[in-house]
């Protein structure tokens, strides 16, 4: 199986708890989507400076789609 550094990085899994559902079960609704936001602002404003920008660009749409599907 080839890693996924965005969608499922080993590194972010513990047992069968992956760190963003403990972080969103540790918020309010209104701290995740800050979460969330802050995140997508972090990686596009680094991912010219890392040397990995489609990487952080996929991060980006990571956690862009999770704050969409917040908003339901």
């Given at each position: 199986?080839?890693?996924?550094?965005?969608?499922?990085?080993?590194h972010?899994t513990?047992?069968?708890?992956?760190?963003?559902?403990?972080?969103?079960?540790s918020?309010?609704?209104?701290e995740?989507i800050?979460?969330?936001?802050?995140?997508c602002?972090?990686?596009?404003?680094?991912?010219?400076?890392?040397?990995?920008a489609?990487?952080?660009?996929?991060?980006?749409?990571?956690?862009?789609?999770?704050?969409?599907?917040?908003?339901?």
């Amino acid at each position: 199986m080839k890693k996924d550094n965005v969608n499922n990085p080993e590194h972010y899994t513990s047992g069968d708890i992956e760190c963003i559902d403990a972080i969103k079960s540790s918020m309010s609704h209104e701290e995740y989507i800050g979460f969330l936001k802050g995140n997508c602002i972090k990686y596009l404003w680094r991912y010219r400076l890392k040397g990995k920008a489609k990487e952080d660009l996929n991060k980006t749409n990571f956690y862009l789609n999770k704050l969409i599907e917040a908003q339901s």
